[in-house]
């Protein structure tokens, strides 16, 4: 087995592991998981040579898909929370990725950043139906048609979390291994030879764009259902500087990348906040900096360089 494959391992475990002897880590992990999702989303569109910052338009679309299901049908089922809130993240990816993928650069960044910034001001104008900037409160839900207390039922979304989390990595790695991964590389060196060959560039971008926007609106189910409220907060601009945070942090080489660098950007927020309150974002910055300076490549970079320097014939 791969060294990578025991990292991978290793994490899952710590992560279900360590809340038995520091049970509130429970929450932190499963909103740190849900933000590697979300990064992991970001780091396919990053391979493609474009950094969207606006992805926090699907998780928030996500995440309201489930507080107004939530509302409307009463006790649903968690997994099927879930499955609604990336169904409508997948649809909105559909739409929004249809024009959006035309362009490149700086103006596929910004208009990604507009229309999130749209949806942001709409929630918080109609407060009938969205709450306002007060945003909307969801019951906790069911899970596979039992109800359980609060500890019960936070063991369980983070054990969904890792599992998910396992399993989107693995289906990412295989889908940017695959033809349709390897043309989506082939972008950022050269479009038009890809052309050329009789691949469209704009078809394999909104394919790209779509499992994005499907992996963010999971990620604002999963932040819906742990937190039990959502707010319009989930889609302004900041958010989405977050998720690109993480995504450079953890690294593009290695799904894992995106977990690690969420789990890192949670427990720095965290701890920063608890002893530096009011400066957390300036500790976060001076993360970010000393990364670039000593992996601009990321985190993931750096463990598969160790990796194949392992390998090298001595």
């Not at 998981?33 to 970001?42: N, V």
Request: glycine share 12%; proline share 3%; hydrophobic share 55%.
């Amino acid at each position: 087995m791969s060294k990578s494959k025991l990292m991978v391992i290793a994490l899952a475990l710590l992560a279900l592991l360590l809340p038995l002897a520091l049970p509130w880590l429970k929450t932190p992990l499963i909103l740190g998981t849900a933000f590697g999702i979300a990064a992991l989303g970001i780091s396919i569109l990053i391979i493609s040579g474009q950094i969207s910052f606006g992805h926090a338009l699907f998780v928030c679309a996500g995440g309201y898909a489930v507080a107004f299901a939530a509302r409307k049908w009463g006790q649903i089922d968690s997994v099927l929370l879930l499955a609604i809130g990336t169904a409508v993240g997948t649809l909105l990816g559909v739409v929004v990725g249809s024009f959006v993928v035309r362009y490149r650069g700086i103006f596929f960044g910004m208009l990604n950043l507009a229309l999130s910034m749209v949806l942001f001001a709409v929630l918080g104008k109609f407060f009938e139906l969205t709450g306002g900037t007060d945003g909307l409160r969801i019951e906790r839900s069911p899970f596979f048609g039992m109800m359980m207390e609060r500890d019960r039922f936070e063991s369980v979304l983070l054990l969904i979390c890792v599992l998910l989390a396992l399993l989107l990595g693995w289906l990412v790695q295989r889908y940017l291994r695959s033809v349709a991964g390897q043309a989506l590389a082939a972008l950022k060196t050269n479009e038009t030879r890809l052309e050329y060959v009789g691949i469209s560039a704009y078809k394999t971008m909104w394919i790209a764009y779509i499992i994005s926007a499907s992996l963010c609106g999971l990620s604002g189910a999963l932040f819906a259902i742990a937190q039990g409220l959502v707010t319009p907060e989930m889609g302004y601009w900041v958010r989405s500087g977050e998720i690109v945070f993480v995504a450079i942090l953890g690294g593009v080489g290695h799904p894992v990348g995106a977990f690690i660098g969420a789990g890192i950007f949670e427990f720095v927020k965290l701890f920063a906040a608890a002893y530096l309150t009011g400066a957390w974002q300036m500790v976060l910055g001076l993360v970010l900096i000393a990364m670039v300076f000593l992996a601009p490549r990321g985190l993931s970079a750096l463990l598969e360089a160790r990796t194949e320097k392992n390998r090298e014939p001595s």
